[in-house]
Every structure is written in C-alpha cells, then in structure tokens.
C-alpha cells in the first residue's frame, strides 16, 4: 500500500472535501426544509374575496394587533389567544375588509360588508406572520402588516425582509403599510430625570430605563430645558427629509410606497401638536399616502370621517377575548356573542354584570364598563367543602347566601382584603410569591382562609344568611383609584385551577386530569418541534 493511501486519513484535503460536502448537504437540507416551511406558511392557500352582501354604508372597526408569538410574550398574543379572538369574531359576524374597499368606500360610497372589519398588526415582527397565518387561513381573513422602513434592510432577522412581504402580498392574505421610516427617540430623559436626547432604536436597552421621549416626527429637537435645538426651517427640511427617506427605500425594496400610514405616537397630530410640526407632516401625509390612521382608542370609522384622521383600536396583549367583544358592543352598540368555553361548565353559574368564559384550567371574568362581574356557582356548597384556586390580578373569591350578601376575599399588593357588602372589611399581611394560591374551608358560619400556604385567617360571615346553603361567588374587582376614562374600564378577572371538594368526592373543577395533562404535553412537544422548525426559517 502506498504512503497516500496509508495515511489517507490523515490527509487535510480530504478532511476539506469532507468538510465541503457535509456543508453542501446540511445546506440543501436547510434549504429544502424552508422551501416546505414557506410553502406551509404563505403559499398553500390564497385568500379568497367572501361572498358577502354589500349593503353596509355606516362605516367599520379598525382593530390592530400588536403581534402574534408562540406562547404569552407580554408583548404580544400567544397564537392559541390570537385565535382565539379572530375565530369569535368571525363567529360575531365580521368580515375583513382590504385598503382598496375602504378608499372606495371614502372616495365613492362604495358599501361594504354588514360588519366590516379592518385588521392589521403592528411592527413587521416575523414570528406575528408565521403565528397568525393560520388563523387567517383557516376564517379567510385579510390582514394589513405595518413595518418600519428601515426594518427591510437591517440585519435584525426578527423583522421580515422584503422578500417575505412579496411572497405574503402574494397570498393575498396581506397587505403592505408602514409606521414611518424608523423606530426613534427624541427629547428623551430616564427616570432619574437625566436627558438621554436622540437615540435610534437599537441605541436604546432596558437598563436605560426611559421614561419620557418624542419621536422625530412629532416635535422639534429639543434641548434638556424644553427649548429647540432647531429652528422651523430646519425642522421642516428634517421631517419632510424622513417622510422621502421612506418613499425612496421602500420603492427600492418593494416597488412602491404603501397606501396606507400610521404616524409613530397616536392621538397627537391635529389635536396636540406644535403649529409648525403639524403643518408639514399633515403635508407630507397628503402627498405620499392615501389612508391614514391618526388616533387610537375609538374603533370605529364612518363615512364623515377624514381619510387623514381614521381611528384604531390597539388590542392590548393581555386581553382575553370577551374584552374585545366587550370593547365592541361598548363603541359601537354592534351585536357581539360572547365566548363561554366550555359550555356544561358555564351551565353551572350565573353570571352578572359581564360576562365569563371557562377555557381549560381557567375561568375568566370580564365585566362590562364600570361594572363589578360576578359569577355565582348554582348549587349551595357542601357543608365540609373545601375551595381551593390560584388568583389573578382583579380576581376576588368568596361566598354568598340567598340573598345576595357575599363576603370576599382577594390579594392586593401583599395583603388578604376582605369584603362584606362591596366595603374592605380588614386587611390581613401574607407571603408574597409570584402566584396567589387559596385556599376556603366554611365552618360554623367562619371562612377560614389560607394564602400561599402561610398562617391561617379566619373571617367572620355571620352576617350572611345560612338558611339556603352558601354559594361559591367569584368576581371582578375594577380598581378603586380609576379616574376620569378608566372609571368606565372594563376588568378582566383570572381564575386558575379552580378545584371544590367534599370529602372524597370533587364537586367541580378546573384542574386538568392525568389524561388531558399527557394529552397538554404531548401536543405541547409536537407544537414545540414544528414551531421550532418554522423559526429556523
């Protein structure tokens, strides 16, 4: 045998053709499993116009989402709760309208669908279309995507690129708008008071702890002392300078500029706005775009509304679903069909004051404005029953008699507050944790109460009348210092891993069994894999 032969392995050229063609190997994989993923994601489906009547001439909601993430962000909806909420629409009646209906709309009366909607999210984030495009495939929904300029040519691979947008627009499921050239901040201080100036969005970290600052658009550059660092022409050349800026790059990526704008801070242009500033981006807004969404907290847009000056509702990440509909029925009187989840379980209470859906290990409350929700369990209580629940923030538990008296309890800021008759009766200190377990055992006419498994309390409710057994009673606590809008706010109550016993015998309960606990895991690992594969895309 020749040397080279002999000592073959050992030969770097062959390690480097090795090397080579392992890398060519995983690339065409890598390849290949996109392709299949882009595939899924945008290319399987395309959007379909709905065969709906048109006779619709008052006008429709503008809802935006902030994105759309595998799993609650505090960001963003998971894509379970983003379903969620679309599916209820749809089942609500709301159909989704596109740019072009409602320019024609505005500009020739053209009538749209009975309960139109348009939808759209906020940001260009990938994980919102990869998360969300299943929901609009499945309720043929069009949605609108807004981005920043810049994002389509930063490195930052968390926002799509412009080859990702064309592929969507494609589909037909997606439109193009934008929130302006770049994300920024101007004017800023942190929380020490300190003046941080202008930084650009990726100069700016947690630690910064900015707590007050503008945008570029809104106002002139201004010093620590509040006085210009700029005069009105420059100002101007600065703003209409960026509004170019954003019709040149987005013409160089996408091939042209988007209908359809969102100014960076909302509520602000044509109602708080300096004179000067407010003249040339009213300007450059009429010039470069055909709709824009100026405001924010309204949702609904009528037909003596400005195409300059239309309104959204920005859904906020942690809402559950019949607070939206909630929001809805509110803003514009529309008829809505509130979710219960499961449907045996809301059979068991009577709800007042809101309404309550019971979804897994979770039953939550969501009042209607101003209100104090309230659901109470239909049949009386055990007498040895035990109560036991993890509570969320506005969530208060307790009993009530036949006569509609109730005592609760709930955690506010470290303490166990008890109520008799709406009033705080007493306050009682308990470990704080991040979770508030509870635990309620009544016994002659006594609650006794345990928090986060600490000391025992016990609450007197002598007051209430025993005579038709007591009632479990859970609520939904508005917070006492609302003021001035929030006094109308809506609340949204959590109840986790509800569970009443007697005895040996379960009386109801929220707690997942052993099986559906395998079945939450094992769709849990699939879920995890698929998803763990689409975010490799």
Known sequence: MSKKHRFAVLDPDRK????KIRSVIQAAVIALLSYVLVQEVFLMKTYETPDVPMANDDGFIAISYPG?????????????????????????GFETVSQRQVLEFYRSGSPLPEKAMYLSFEDGQRDTVIYAQPALEKLNYKATLFTYADHLVSD???????????????????????????????????????????LNADEVSADMDIVRSNHPLMDFLRDENGIPKEDADRMKERISGEYADMKELYTRELGDLPDVYAIPRPNVLYQDMHPAVEEVNDRNIRTYYKLHFNRSGGLFNGPDDSVTDLTRLRVGPDWPVNHLL????????MRVSFETGDQ?????????????????????LTSEPGAEVTALLKEPLPEDAIVQATL??????????????????????GQLVVRKAGKVVSKHQIPRKN???????VRDHLLHVRVNEGEDFTI?????????????QLAGLSDGNAIEDEENAITDAFFTNLHVTSSDSVVYSDVPSGFDKVKDKVGEWFGHLFYSLMDRF
């Not at 993430?69 to 909806?77: A, N, Q, Y």
């Not at 979770?435 to 055992?441: A, D, K, N, Y």
Request: a neutral charge; glycine letters at 12%; hydrophobic letters at 30%.
């Open 16 to 19: 480097n053709r090795r090397k």
């Open 68 to 92: 759309a993430s595998r799993d609650e962000s505090g960001h963003s909806l998971s894509k379970d709760e983003l379903s969620a909420h679309l599916s209820a629409l749809k089942r609500s």
């Open 156 to 198: 930052d691979r968390s926002y799509l690129k412009a080859n990702h947008l064309k592929t969507m627009m494609r589909s037909g499921y997606w439109e193009m708008a934008t929130n302006g050239y770049q994300l920024a901040y101007t004017n800023a201080f942190n929380r020490e008071g300190h003046y941080m100036g202008e």
């Open 326 to 333: 909630m929001t809805i029925r509110e803003e514009t009187g």
């Open 344 to 364: 045996e379980k809301a059979d068991r209470w009577t709800i007042r004051g809101g309404a309550a859906e019971f979804r897994g290990e979770q039953a939550i």
């Open 392 to 413: 969320g923030k506005s969530a208060a538990l307790g009993i009530a008699d036949g006569t509609g008296k109730a005592v609760l309890l709930s955690v506010e800021k």
């Open 435 to 441: 979770e508030t377990g509870i635990r309620l055992e």
């Open 460 to 472: 007197d409710a002598g007051q209430l009348d025993p005579a038709e057994g007591y009632r479990l």
